[in-house]
């Protein structure tokens, strides 16, 4: 490459840096940085955070910090994919690529809890079997915590027993944020609506299934959409190499 390129790796609902692990030592090992990031609460950074504010943070001050010529690829995994859209809105000029991995990906027009929401709405509760909600009065999920059954099954049911071992001693409680997320002018076209975007199926995924994830594609066009067979959810551990690959691929074209 003519270029070192440094890569953000945002993680999903209840994980952390560590989730991680394989595809940074992968991008590293091609010679390109690699930062991945613990949002509040998550990780080893205290919490619960008490917003999506305070959630986000980390990566926001992470953004203020960087040299002002520097731009990153900023990936995002699953509901990790809210934090990068804000990040994007916040520092458009800092960021050279957004890629979405099986992540949400909201548009400009839509309040983003329209896509947990939808979400929701196709799954009933008893798919999500022994994860942890917590509820306010009207019903609505304010919080979870993956149980271990939902993780072996669905969430790591493509991973080796090893990362699966691994995640149960860290997943943690992650909240929704799903008030701060009903607004639909969180994003707008003058700065998210002008960094290239990439989404990133990720085939056999039983917790953000394909069908779902096109939706998410419809609903906010991205400017390339690839797809990795036999990924499950858990991409980032079930094929960190092609992975990697694919994302060297795409920061050399944007």
Known sequence: MS??????????????????????????????????????????????????????????DFFSSLPGDERVVLVGHSFGGLAVSAAVENFPAKIS??????????????????????????????????????????????????????MATKLYGNCSVEDLELAKMLVRRNWFFTEEFSKNDVLSEEKYGVVKRCFVICEDDEVVDEDFQRYIIEKSPPNEVISIPEAGHMVMLTKPHHLSSCLLQLSLKY
Do not use: I, Q
């Open 97 to 150: 690529l957004a890629v979405f991995l099986t992540a949400y990906m909201p548009n400009c027009t839509d309040p983003p809890s329209s896509l947990p929401e939808e979400l929701f709405r196709r799954c009933s509760t008893e798919s999500f079997m022994d994860t942890e909600f917590t509820f306010d009065e009207g019903g609505v999920p304010v919080s979870a915590v993956f149980g271990p059954e939902y």
């Open 3 to 60: 270029e070192k390129k440094h890569f953000v790796l945002v993680h999903g609902f209840g994980h952390g840096a560590w989730c991680w692990y394989k595809l940074a030592a992968a991008l590293k090992s091609e010679g390109s940085r690699a930062t991945a990031l613990d949002l509040a609460g998550c990780g080893v950074r205290p919490g619960p955070a008490s917003s999506f504010s305070d959630y986000v943070r980390p990566l926001l």
